[in-house]
């Protein structure tokens, strides 16, 4: 059966990870034979076509009032059998909206009142409860999911569930095959992120410093606010000959599939999508062991590659065990993963809300 399905997404333009795991979902479902439709909500360049309705405003009044205007525009043509809200701003926008059970709502944090003053507190605390009560709530990881209903004891949602973020085996390889120049003739190890302060590359310097290795370099794929930071210690440890600051890429998937070894060094994780992408390239890949995201990905015998984070002298011992011997990544590490494995939670989910309408129907 051919399936109507919406996906409401942040602008295309932004470089977090949510709009390439709406894109991979969505793209396979398409390929499937179902009618996709995406909604990108905020300033863009983007526009419009048959099944693409840029939400090109970031003023909310102005997003809820297209919103509502192209949903109903959509809607008249043939009814939508789900619709997937993606973040903060989408679940806001379309619980103003008649849409009914046919509904997901995907949460990307395990906490609502993140950063969130006295004041935004007491407020989100009336508003939540009006926009997730009664509605199907997804998280992208089980740790995430389990914070979430123990900290938000007040919600009482219709359902909730884990729908990981998922990964196209054969796009990425396609991707991976794109010609590079890399800024090393060398063996290198590599991290992907944002240069932040969340994001601790400072921790993989400081690690790779120790490594006795001396003929293997490190380039750090990524831009941000800690790049001069970053670059002061790099120059600190005397790795400048050693380490690579070759900023943000469209595709970093050659630059990961050509590493040694992925190093993921980040203090707080909600999924941790290259982590993922690392073992799909067959990369070996160490990561933080922080509370949600990374631990659910690298399982089995992959999970002795989970270091404390901080622990720069475990890290450096790993990244040695790593370069000598690393277990082999198999089709159970990430099958759970793959696009086909999510797109049919997507479909199974249609089905049930059906078959719930239909008892009551009964």
Known sequence: MRYKIGFFLPALESKGGVVVSVQTIANHLKELGHEVHLFPIGKTTTKETPFLHPINSNYKSKQLQLVKKLYAKESAKRKFDLLVSNHLISNYIL???????????????PSLLKHANVLSKIKKRILFPKIYNHKNIVMISQCLLDDFLTKHPYLKPKSSRVIYNSYDPELLDIKAKEKINL?????YIISVGRFTKTKNQSMLIHAFEKVSNKNIDLILLGDGKETHSLKILVNKLNLNERVHFIGWKKNPYPYIKHAKLLVHTSKSETFGRVVLEGLALNTPVIST???????????????????????ISLLTEKIELALKHYPAIESKHLEKFKVDSIAQVYIDFIK??????????K
């Open 95 to 109: 619980h103003h909206l008649d849409v009914g059970d046919q509904h997901l709502m995907v949460l990307r944090q």
């Open 289 to 311: 062991d922080i509370k949600c995201g990374p631990n659910e990905i690298l399982t089995d015998e992959l999970k002795d590659f989970l270091v404390p984070l901080n622990d």
């Open 352 to 361: 049930e809300m059906a078959h719930y309408h239909d008892e009551c129907l």
């Open 183 to 187: 800024p090393t003739e060398k063996e």
